[in-house]
Every structure is written in structure tokens, then in C-alpha cells.
């Protein structure tokens, strides 16, 4: 045998460490300031202004054509979300996730994609005025949410899901890293558009109040902030730009049913008239 089979057979392999990247625009990058940290024992892309910057132009670029998609086009890819979640269940309990709230996220995808062709029909119809004319109210998507969203998987995908299946796109400020990221794997292979979902790691009092106060977002969602006085802070920033703010008052069952209030705190809805017999 030549001597190089001998080495191969006797060395040490050394394990390929993974990093643990932003989601930008359906993409892996970096952050631009070349900043990591330390999460359990795994780098991290610490996210910078400019990252969180790039993630509002991806979702301001993606949302059009995905508030456009059909309601069934989009419930097509909450289910592919669902379906590689659960292929990839085995890396979320290595990551520590239950078994039993990987299970929960799972379904909770397929219940909100069973949802996206309706959620209209529920929200919207014909109202009856006094004169000639029709007069329909239909819902439409807020635009783009940030989100800073709560650690947990079963959290993260309950305030993801109802965002992206009203046609809304979202940037992610998530608070558990690994299980962040490995998700945005799973959606970067489900068939959802880049620029749709944009995840950002780091830390939330860094990146949270330029997104609270960027022109080009439309809502925020704190559901994940724990602390009073930088919900306080956010809220105020937000202001600035007359942006709807999502902040729940107490803590959130994830296990419970959801019900129809988180898509509809992201519904605009428009009316329309219009004379009958023409």
C-alpha cells in the first residue's frame, strides 16, 4: 500500500466547526463588519446597522412579488416548510430542541398554510350601503415587519408564519442563534422567495432600534423583547414613522392556539366602491 493510505488510515480527523451566518436576501453572508460571537460554544455572525440595513432592501425588494404570489401559492410554500422541517427534525434535537415543540412547529407551519387561502374570506366581503354601488372590503399585507422574536423554535415560527403567509415580508432579530439559522436553511431549500425571511443574529439593543425607526418598515413585532424599558424604547422609535407595533402584554403560550389575531395585527384592509350596472 502507498505510505499516504498508511497516514490516512492513523490521522486524527479534525471536525469542520460550522459557523453560524446571517440570512440575508436568501443568502449566507457574513456580517459586514466582520464581528462574531461566542453562542454555546459555536461562532456567531454578530449583525451590525448595515446588516440590519441590507435585510430591510431584501425585504422591500422580495415584497411585491410575494404579496402578489397567489394565497395558494404561498400556502404551497408554508407546507414545503413544513415538510423540510420535518426531514431535518434530527438537527434541531441535537440542537437541544424537544422533540415534542419540533413536532409543534411543524404543524404549526401546515396550520398557517391552511390558512392562506382563506384568512380573506374571514377577514374581508361585501358590505350593504345605501346606493347603486358595491362596495367590497378585501385585506392587504402591512409591508415589511421586523420582528424580534422570542428564543424558543415553536416562538420563532409563530411569529414568522403568520407574517409571511398574509404576504408580508419580515427581517428576523432572533435571540437563539443555532436554531435561527438552521431554520433559515430550511428555508432556504422550501421554496421561499430570497428577501421573504431575513434572519439577523446578535444583540437585540444593538440592531432593534434602527429597524424601530428605518422609514422602510412598516411594522415591528417585540413579542420576543423581555425587557419593559427596551420595549419602551422601541415603541418610541417607532412612533417616529407611524409604524403598527406589536407588543403583547404578558407572556405568549406558543402550545396554545393561535387564533386568527396574529395575521390580522398585519392586515391592512382596503375598500373599495364602485357603481352597479356598469
Do not use: C
Not at 436576501?25 to 446597522?49: C, I, Q, Y
Not at 425588494?61 to 420535518?86: C, D, F, H, S
Not at 417607532?238 to 403583547?248: D, E
Request: no cysteine; glycine share 8%; aromatic share 6%.
Amino acid at each position: 500500500m502507498p505510505k499516504t493510505s498508511k497516514v490516512l488510515e492513523t490521522a486524527t480527523r479534525l471536525t469542520v466547526r460550522k459557523t453560524y451566518k446571517l440570512y440575508i436576501g436568501g443568502k449566507f453572508p457574513r456580517s459586514e463588519s466582520g464581528r462574531t460571537f461566542v453562542a454555546d460554544g459555536d461562532n456567531v455572525a454578530l449583525a451590525s446597522r448595515k446588516d440590519a440595513r441590507d435585510a430591510v432592501l431584501a425585504a422591500r425588494a422580495a415584497q411585491p412579488k410575494w404579496a402578489g404570489a397567489t394565497a395558494y401559492n404561498r400556502g404551497q410554500v408554508l407546507y414545503r416548510i413544513a415538510e423540510m422541517l420535518e426531514a431535518r427534525r434530527g438537527e434541531f434535537t441535537a440542537l437541544g430542541v424537544p422533540g415534542d415543540e419540533v413536532d409543534a412547529a411543524v404543524d404549526r407551519w401546515v396550520w398557517y398554510a391552511g390558512w392562506s387561502d382563506k384568512i380573506a374570506q374571514v377577514t374581508g366581503g361585501a358590505n350593504p350601503v345605501a346606493g347603486p354601488f358595491f362596495n367590497i372590503s378585501a385585506p392587504e399585507p402591512t409591508g415589511v415587519v421586523a420582528v424580534v422574536a422570542p428564543a424558543s423554535l415553536l416562538g420563532l415560527v409563530s411569529v414568522i408564519a403568520p407574517a409571511i403567509v398574509t404576504g408580508n415580508t419580515t427581517v428576523v432579530l432572533a435571540a437563539g442563534p443555532q436554531v435561527a439559522i438552521t431554520l433559515a436553511e430550511v428555508l432556504a431549500t422550501s421554496d421561499v422567495p430570497g428577501g421573504v425571511v431575513n434572519l439577523l443574529t446578535g444583540r437585540y439593543a444593538e440592531t432593534a432600534p434602527w429597524l424601530a425607526s428605518h422609514d422602510d418598515v412598516n411594522a415591528l413585532d417585540l413579542t420576543g423583547v423581555d425587557h419593559p424599558d427596551l420595549a419602551g424604547e422601541l415603541e418610541r422609535a417607532a412612533a417616529g414613522t407611524l409604524k403598527r407595533v406589536i407588543r403583547p402584554r404578558a407572556a405568549t403560550d406558543f402550545t396554545a392556539d393561535p387564533g386568527l389575531r396574529p395575521m390580522t395585527a398585519l392586515l391592512e384592509t382596503k375598500t373599495v366602491w364602485h357603481p352597479k350596472g356598469y
